[in-house]
């Protein structure tokens, strides 16, 4: 069984899964369209865990992204699961 994260780890986690994804225009483009969100609003809305959750939502989302972001970032792939159960509704049961 993989260690707990702490949510201050998670959210660095996710805060990193963001700004790659701002490198990414088509999963970024997706991901503003899916969240409602506007570049513009990207920097107050990162301090709500909330929506780090859903930033990490949506890399889970797309596999070959969230395999592209754990190499790039020299991490396991399971980290950004692990991160998004420590943030606000990620101990809801995943039925897919």
Do not use: Y
């Amino acid at each position: 069984m993989a260690a707990v994260m702490t949510r201050e780890a998670a959210e660095r986690v996710a805060l990193q899964a963001l700004a790659w994804m701002a490198g990414q225009p088509d999963l970024l483009g997706g991901f503003l369209a899916a969240s409602g969100a506007g570049p513009e609003d990207l920097r107050g809305a990162a301090k709500q865990p909330e929506f780090l959750g859903f930033v990490l939502d949506h890399l889970l989302a797309h596999e070959d992204a969230l395999l592209a972001f754990a190499a790039e970032a020299g991490i396991a792939p399971d980290v950004p699961g692990r991160a998004r159960a420590s943030l606000p509704g990620g101990d809801l049961p995943n039925w897919t």
